[in-house]
């Protein structure tokens, strides 16, 4: 792909994208009492061009209709991803509450710079059986994860991960980033944050593998193959016991996008959702990605095409090809990063490491 992982390997290496997380988390949690949920917000400070891409048959989601490229606004100022189910939506109020004060929005009167509305997409994971099901992520919990933005972020049980279980293991929230280094996306960044809490596997019951490091291979990720023993313990975890899971996400782009390129980019991103987790996508997920272009790294297409297509076709075609690689790595790294939470066992615990 021409091309290397950012210096954080991180959805904040995309010049304009600041992650934060707000959660609760009682050492002592287990399924259906202690708290063990929260909330992560990607913050772009000056709004982003936005789209979003919903797959799963049970999405929990806000402002979805508004990114519609066919729709009027153009930008979100925040993506929220959320536990707690329809009910962390609340959440985005909190966020809401943090822009307006900051001034961060759409400005509604020329004479009062205070008279903003923030646009703030968001989408849920269930997890309420995590930890007690009426302790979940409300507008405090939002406006704190939104005051918490900034490049550096933590990774696994965090978050809007804190509750996550991904098939029989631990989910959590990963992230991963691409820098293309020749070609005609040359200079550009895509990174992605993920929220893995799917139905479905996301390791191979035969190598022990997880499903995502298909296309780079175990070593990418430091991995050694299990023991027989190991093995055999991983694939006599019962199967996830609830009818709603969901793995949620943003993918976003230094790259000038107009809403249109952007719902490409976030329809592309789940190819690399469905090569990791098996199977994607099912009644019982609500599979949604946002798409974000900041726009920090605009540059003039300078390959000629026929002007039945876009100027920047050939950039996009890099761009969606590694929206799905930064989305699979993104998911592998919420795995392995995730910890053992209310019992659930995580994949480091299974398989060492």
Same mark, same amino acid.
């Given at each position: 792909m021409n091309s290397t992982a950012g210096p954080r390997n991180?959805?904040?290496?995309?010049?304009?994208?600041?992650?934060?997380?707000?959660?609760?988390?009682?050492?002592n949690a287990t399924l259906g009492a202690g708290a063990a949920t929260g909330c992560t917000v990607v913050r772009v400070p000056g709004g982003a061009v936005a789209s979003v891409d919903v797959r799963g048959g049970g999405p929990g989601t806000r402002e979805t209709d508004l990114l519609d490229p066919g729709n009027t606004v153009r930008q979100a100022n925040a993506i929220l991803l959320t536990g707690g189910s329809a009910y962390g939506l609340a959440a985005a109020d909190g966020v809401m509450r943090w822009l307006e004060e900051h001034r961060e929005g759409i400005p509604m009167d020329p004479a009062d710079p205070s008279r903003v509305v923030p646009i703030v997409p968001g989408a849920v994971i269930f997890d309420l059986p995590v930890g007690a099901w009426d302790i979940r992520p409300g507008a405090d919990a939002g406006f704190l994860a939104?005051? =918490?933005?900034?490049?550096?972020?933590?990774? %696994?049980?965090?978050? $809007?991960? +804190?509750? =996550?279980?991904?098939?029989?293991?631990?989910? %959590?929230?990963?992230? $991963?980033? +691409?820098?293309?280094?020749?070609?005609?996306?040359a200079g550009i960044t895509v990174g992605a944050v993920i929220v893995a809490n799917p139905v479905g596997s996301v390791f191979d019951p035969r190598t022990g593998f997880p499903w995502g490091a298909g296309t780079d291979g175990p070593e990418f990720f430091g991995l050694r193959a299990p023991t027989a023993a190991q093995l055999t313990a991983a694939n006599a975890l019962a199967v996830k016991g609830t009818v709603l899971n969901t793995t949620i996400g943003a993918v976003a782009t230094d790259a000038a996008l107009d809403p249109a390129a952007c719902r490409r980019l976030a329809t592309t991103a789940h190819d690399g959702l469905a090569r990791a987790i098996r199977p994607a996508h099912s009644p019982l997920d609500g599979d949604t990605l946002f798409a974000l272009a900041t726009g920090t790294a605009e540059q003039q297409p300078n390959f000629p095409l026929p002007p039945a297509f876009p100027a920047d076709l050939l950039i996009l075609d890099q761009l969606c090809t590694a929206a799905a690689v930064c989305v699979e790595r993104a998911i592998v790294d919420a795995i392995l990063s995730a910890t053992t939470v209310a019992g659930i066992p995580s994949y480091r615990d299974l398989f060492g490491g």
């Open positions: 991180s959805i904040t290496d995309v010049g304009g994208v600041l992650v934060g997380h707000h959660h609760v988390l009682d050492p939104a005051d =918490a933005a900034g490049p550096e972020f933590a990774r %696994g049980s965090a978050g $809007a991960g +804190v509750g =996550a279980r991904a098939g029989s293991i631990k989910g %959590g929230i990963g992230t $991963a980033s +691409v820098r293309f280094t020749d070609g005609p996306a």
